[in-house]
Protein backbone atom coordinates (compact mmCIF):
# COMPACT_ATOMS: atom_id res chain seq x y z
CA UNK A 1 0.00 0.00 0.00
CA UNK A 2 1.30 3.69 -0.93
CA UNK A 3 2.50 5.76 2.01
CA UNK A 4 0.15 8.18 3.01
CA UNK A 5 1.20 11.80 2.49
CA UNK A 6 1.80 13.87 5.38
CA UNK A 7 0.42 17.07 4.34
CA UNK A 8 2.31 19.70 5.90
CA UNK A 9 0.57 22.40 4.27
CA UNK A 10 -3.18 21.57 5.75
CA UNK A 11 -1.63 20.93 9.01
CA UNK A 12 -0.08 24.57 9.38
CA UNK A 13 -2.76 25.77 7.96
CA UNK A 14 -5.26 24.52 10.65
CA UNK A 15 -2.88 25.85 13.50
CA UNK A 16 -2.43 29.30 11.95
CA UNK A 17 -6.16 29.40 12.35
CA UNK A 18 -5.76 28.62 15.92
CA UNK A 19 -3.37 31.44 16.33
CA UNK A 20 -5.27 33.73 15.23
CA UNK A 21 -7.97 33.48 17.84
CA UNK A 22 -5.47 33.89 20.47
CA UNK A 23 -3.81 37.19 18.33
CA UNK A 24 -7.55 38.20 18.06
CA UNK A 25 -7.55 38.02 22.32
CA UNK A 26 -4.06 40.00 22.49
CA UNK A 27 -5.16 43.10 20.68
CA UNK A 28 -8.76 43.13 22.58
CA UNK A 29 -6.33 43.52 25.56
CA UNK A 30 -4.78 46.25 23.58
CA UNK A 31 -1.82 44.20 22.27
CA UNK A 32 -0.70 43.52 19.35
CA UNK A 33 2.05 40.67 18.41
CA UNK A 34 4.58 41.24 16.77
CA UNK A 35 7.51 40.03 14.65
CA UNK A 36 10.63 41.29 13.68
CA UNK A 37 12.64 39.75 10.86
CA UNK A 38 16.54 40.88 10.57
CA UNK A 39 17.75 39.84 6.94
CA UNK A 40 21.96 40.84 5.87
CA UNK A 41 22.53 41.21 2.31
CA UNK A 42 20.44 39.77 -0.41
CA UNK A 43 19.83 36.43 -0.73
CA UNK A 44 17.33 35.70 -2.63
CA UNK A 45 16.58 32.52 -1.13
CA UNK A 46 16.35 34.44 2.22
CA UNK A 47 13.90 37.23 0.79
CA UNK A 48 11.28 34.47 -0.72
CA UNK A 49 11.66 32.62 3.02
CA UNK A 50 10.97 35.68 4.77
CA UNK A 51 8.05 36.86 2.44
CA UNK A 52 6.26 33.40 3.72
CA UNK A 53 7.08 34.70 7.15
CA UNK A 54 5.45 38.09 7.05
CA UNK A 55 2.54 36.31 5.10
CA UNK A 56 1.89 34.10 7.74
CA UNK A 57 1.89 37.18 10.24
CA UNK A 58 -0.77 38.94 8.13
CA UNK A 59 -3.22 35.88 8.07
CA UNK A 60 -3.48 35.63 11.73
CA UNK A 61 -3.58 39.46 12.37
CA UNK A 62 -0.07 40.04 13.49
CA UNK A 63 2.43 42.77 12.74
CA UNK A 64 5.54 41.23 11.17
CA UNK A 65 8.04 43.93 9.59
CA UNK A 66 11.69 43.19 8.18
CA UNK A 67 14.89 45.20 9.04
CA UNK A 68 17.36 44.67 6.34
CA UNK A 69 20.87 45.41 6.30
CA UNK A 70 23.16 45.78 3.86
CA UNK A 71 25.27 42.92 2.64
CA UNK A 72 29.01 44.31 4.16
CA UNK A 73 27.49 45.16 7.47
CA UNK A 74 29.63 43.93 10.20
CA UNK A 75 28.94 41.71 13.34
CA UNK A 76 28.43 44.95 15.21
CA UNK A 77 26.30 46.27 12.94
CA UNK A 78 23.96 43.12 13.31
CA UNK A 79 23.88 43.00 17.09
CA UNK A 80 23.28 46.66 17.10
CA UNK A 81 20.20 46.23 15.49
CA UNK A 82 18.86 43.33 17.54
CA UNK A 83 20.12 45.53 20.87
CA UNK A 84 17.88 48.43 19.43
CA UNK A 85 14.65 45.15 18.75
CA UNK A 86 15.30 44.11 22.24
CA UNK A 87 15.13 47.36 23.92
CA UNK A 88 11.47 47.71 21.64
CA UNK A 89 8.54 46.48 23.42
CA UNK A 90 6.36 46.62 20.41
CA UNK A 91 8.13 43.69 19.18
CA UNK A 92 7.34 40.22 20.63
CA UNK A 93 9.99 38.26 18.75
CA UNK A 94 13.04 38.57 16.83
CA UNK A 95 14.62 36.21 14.23
CA UNK A 96 17.74 36.75 12.29
CA UNK A 97 17.30 35.17 8.86
CA UNK A 98 20.76 32.71 7.70
CA UNK A 99 22.74 32.15 5.90
CA UNK A 100 24.21 35.34 7.46
CA UNK A 101 27.38 37.08 5.15
CA UNK A 102 30.89 35.56 5.58
CA UNK A 103 32.77 36.86 8.94
CA UNK A 104 29.49 37.14 10.99
CA UNK A 105 29.02 34.16 13.37
CA UNK A 106 25.78 32.94 13.38
CA UNK A 107 26.01 31.75 17.45
CA UNK A 108 26.80 35.33 18.48
CA UNK A 109 23.85 36.86 17.09
CA UNK A 110 21.38 33.99 18.17
CA UNK A 111 22.91 34.71 22.00
CA UNK A 112 22.77 38.16 21.52
CA UNK A 113 18.86 38.14 20.92
CA UNK A 114 16.87 38.57 24.34
CA UNK A 115 15.77 34.91 25.67
CA UNK A 116 12.63 35.68 25.69
CA UNK A 117 11.49 37.60 21.99
CA UNK A 118 13.95 34.36 20.50
CA UNK A 119 11.10 32.76 18.81
CA UNK A 120 13.67 30.64 16.58
CA UNK A 121 14.63 28.68 19.89
CA UNK A 122 18.36 29.66 19.04
CA UNK A 123 19.33 31.60 21.72
CA UNK A 124 22.07 29.12 24.02
CA UNK A 125 19.74 29.41 27.12
CA UNK A 126 16.76 28.30 24.96
CA UNK A 127 18.65 25.26 23.70
CA UNK A 128 19.78 24.62 27.26
CA UNK A 129 16.41 24.43 28.22
CA UNK A 130 15.19 22.14 25.87
CA UNK A 131 18.38 20.15 26.70
CA UNK A 132 17.03 19.72 30.29
CA UNK A 133 13.37 19.23 29.06
CA UNK A 134 11.78 22.28 30.93
CA UNK A 135 9.69 25.21 29.33
CA UNK A 136 10.91 27.33 26.58
CA UNK A 137 10.83 28.51 22.69
CA UNK A 138 11.50 25.30 20.42
CA UNK A 139 13.62 25.96 16.97
CA UNK A 140 10.93 25.96 14.36
CA UNK A 141 11.57 23.05 12.40
CA UNK A 142 11.92 20.54 14.95
CA UNK A 143 8.53 21.82 16.45
CA UNK A 144 6.83 21.61 13.12
CA UNK A 145 7.66 17.73 12.89
CA UNK A 146 6.68 16.71 16.22
CA UNK A 147 3.27 18.64 15.45
CA UNK A 148 3.25 16.45 12.14
CA UNK A 149 3.91 13.78 14.01
CA UNK A 150 0.80 14.37 16.47
CA UNK A 151 -1.09 15.30 13.70
CA UNK A 152 -1.21 11.55 12.28
CA UNK A 153 -1.41 10.06 15.58
CA UNK A 154 2.54 8.51 14.91
CA UNK A 155 3.53 7.53 18.20
CA UNK A 156 7.24 7.91 18.76
CA UNK A 157 7.40 5.97 22.02
CA UNK A 158 9.77 3.02 21.98
CA UNK A 159 10.13 3.63 18.22
CA UNK A 160 13.85 3.92 17.02
CA UNK A 161 13.95 6.87 14.86
CA UNK A 162 17.33 7.50 12.80
CA UNK A 163 18.08 11.33 12.82
CA UNK A 164 20.39 12.14 9.33
CA UNK A 165 21.70 15.18 10.33
CA UNK A 166 23.32 16.64 13.33
CA UNK A 167 23.01 20.20 12.82
CA UNK A 168 21.77 22.99 16.23
CA UNK A 169 18.45 23.91 14.10
CA UNK A 170 16.88 20.59 13.52
CA UNK A 171 18.87 17.24 13.65
CA UNK A 172 20.28 17.86 17.40
CA UNK A 173 16.70 19.34 18.41
CA UNK A 174 14.54 16.97 16.92
CA UNK A 175 16.60 13.97 18.52
CA UNK A 176 16.19 15.83 22.29
CA UNK A 177 12.40 16.49 21.39
CA UNK A 178 12.00 12.86 20.19
CA UNK A 179 13.89 11.25 23.48
CA UNK A 180 11.60 13.44 25.58
CA UNK A 181 8.66 10.86 23.69
CA UNK A 182 10.72 8.02 24.66
CA UNK A 183 12.28 7.39 21.34
CA UNK A 184 15.27 5.48 20.85
CA UNK A 185 17.21 7.89 18.49
CA UNK A 186 20.42 7.00 16.07
CA UNK A 187 21.91 10.42 14.52
CA UNK A 188 24.13 9.45 11.27
CA UNK A 189 25.88 12.34 10.07
CA UNK A 190 27.93 12.70 6.66
CA UNK A 191 30.76 10.76 8.79
CA UNK A 192 28.29 7.58 9.42
CA UNK A 193 30.31 4.69 7.51
CA UNK A 194 27.00 2.87 5.55
CA UNK A 195 23.96 4.91 6.44
CA UNK A 196 21.99 2.80 4.68
CA UNK A 197 22.64 0.25 7.13
CA UNK A 198 21.78 2.52 9.88
CA UNK A 199 18.32 3.86 8.64
CA UNK A 200 17.03 0.19 7.08
CA UNK A 201 16.80 0.14 11.01
CA UNK A 202 14.19 3.04 11.47
CA UNK A 203 10.69 2.89 12.24
CA UNK A 204 10.89 6.97 11.86
CA UNK A 205 13.75 7.87 9.70
CA UNK A 206 14.56 12.17 9.89
CA UNK A 207 16.57 13.48 6.87
CA UNK A 208 17.81 17.33 6.80
CA UNK A 209 21.25 17.54 5.43
CA UNK A 210 20.95 19.38 2.31
CA UNK A 211 21.65 16.50 0.01
CA UNK A 212 18.81 16.14 -2.91
CA UNK A 213 17.70 12.53 -2.98
CA UNK A 214 20.43 11.06 -0.52
CA UNK A 215 17.86 8.41 1.20
CA UNK A 216 17.11 6.02 -1.38
CA UNK A 217 14.66 3.62 -1.52
CA UNK A 218 17.00 0.51 -0.25
CA UNK A 219 17.73 2.57 2.79
CA UNK A 220 14.05 2.38 4.24
CA UNK A 221 12.41 -0.53 5.54
CA UNK A 222 8.84 -1.19 4.49
CA UNK A 223 6.60 0.38 6.70
CA UNK A 224 8.62 3.48 7.95
CA UNK A 225 7.55 6.52 8.05
CA UNK A 226 9.82 9.52 6.48
CA UNK A 227 10.33 13.17 7.34
CA UNK A 228 12.18 14.91 4.55
CA UNK A 229 13.24 17.87 6.20
CA UNK A 230 15.43 19.06 3.00
CA UNK A 231 14.68 21.78 0.32
CA UNK A 232 17.21 21.75 -2.17
CA UNK A 233 17.08 23.62 -6.25
CA UNK A 234 17.88 20.96 -8.61
CA UNK A 235 19.85 22.60 -12.06
CA UNK A 236 16.07 22.11 -13.36
CA UNK A 237 15.09 25.09 -10.81
CA UNK A 238 12.64 22.53 -9.38
CA UNK A 239 12.61 21.79 -5.96
CA UNK A 240 13.70 18.72 -4.08
CA UNK A 241 13.92 16.99 -1.15
CA UNK A 242 16.78 15.18 0.64
CA UNK A 243 14.62 11.66 0.22
CA UNK A 244 13.98 10.17 -3.32
CA UNK A 245 10.22 10.60 -2.23
CA UNK A 246 8.86 8.65 -5.67
CA UNK A 247 10.87 5.35 -5.18
CA UNK A 248 10.19 5.32 -1.36
CA UNK A 249 6.96 6.09 -1.27
CA UNK A 250 4.94 3.21 -2.81
CA UNK A 251 6.72 0.76 0.41
CA UNK A 252 6.71 4.10 3.09
CA UNK A 253 3.37 3.80 5.98
CA UNK A 254 3.66 7.48 5.88
CA UNK A 255 6.49 10.32 3.98
CA UNK A 256 6.23 14.13 3.87
CA UNK A 257 6.86 16.17 0.37
CA UNK A 258 8.67 18.53 -0.28
CA UNK A 259 7.50 21.47 -0.82
CA UNK A 260 4.32 20.98 1.06
CA UNK A 261 5.44 18.73 4.22
CA UNK A 262 8.08 20.08 6.74
CA UNK A 263 8.53 23.91 5.35
CA UNK A 264 5.01 25.02 6.22
CA UNK A 265 5.10 23.76 9.61
CA UNK A 266 8.32 25.79 10.21
CA UNK A 267 6.69 28.86 9.66
CA UNK A 268 3.71 27.93 11.60
CA UNK A 269 5.56 26.93 14.62
CA UNK A 270 7.26 30.56 13.89
CA UNK A 271 4.50 32.50 14.19
CA UNK A 272 3.07 30.49 17.25
CA UNK A 273 6.19 30.87 19.26
CA UNK A 274 5.90 34.89 18.50
CA UNK A 275 2.23 34.42 19.92
CA UNK A 276 3.29 32.91 22.92
CA UNK A 277 6.37 35.52 23.50
CA UNK A 278 3.73 38.22 23.52
CA UNK A 279 1.75 36.21 25.61
CA UNK A 280 4.53 35.50 27.92
CA UNK A 281 5.37 39.65 27.77
CA UNK A 282 1.58 40.81 28.62
CA UNK A 283 1.18 38.14 31.03
CA UNK A 284 -1.64 36.82 29.61
CA UNK A 285 -2.70 33.13 30.20
CA UNK A 286 -3.55 31.97 26.72
CA UNK A 287 -6.36 29.49 28.35
CA UNK A 288 -8.24 32.65 30.39
Known amino acids: MPATII ?23 GMAPRLAVVRVGDDSASKVYIRA ?6 QVGMLGGE ?11 VLRQIGELNADPS ?12 GIRPHRVADHIAPHKDVDGLHVQNLGRLLQGEAGFRPCTPAGIVRLLDEYAIDARGKHVVVVG ?4 VGKPISLLLLERDATVTVCHSRTPDLGAMTRLAD ?22 VIDVGVNRLPSGKLAGDVDFDAIAPTAAYITPVPGGVGPMT ?10 AAERQSAIDPSE
Open 67 to 77: FELPGDSTESD
Open 166 to 169: RSEI
Open 91 to 102: VHGILVQLPLPK
Open 267 to 276: VAMLIQNTVE
Open 204 to 225: IVVVAVGRPHLLKADMVRPGAI
Open 7 to 29: DGKAVAQRVLQQLATRVQALKER
Open 53 to 58: KIRACE
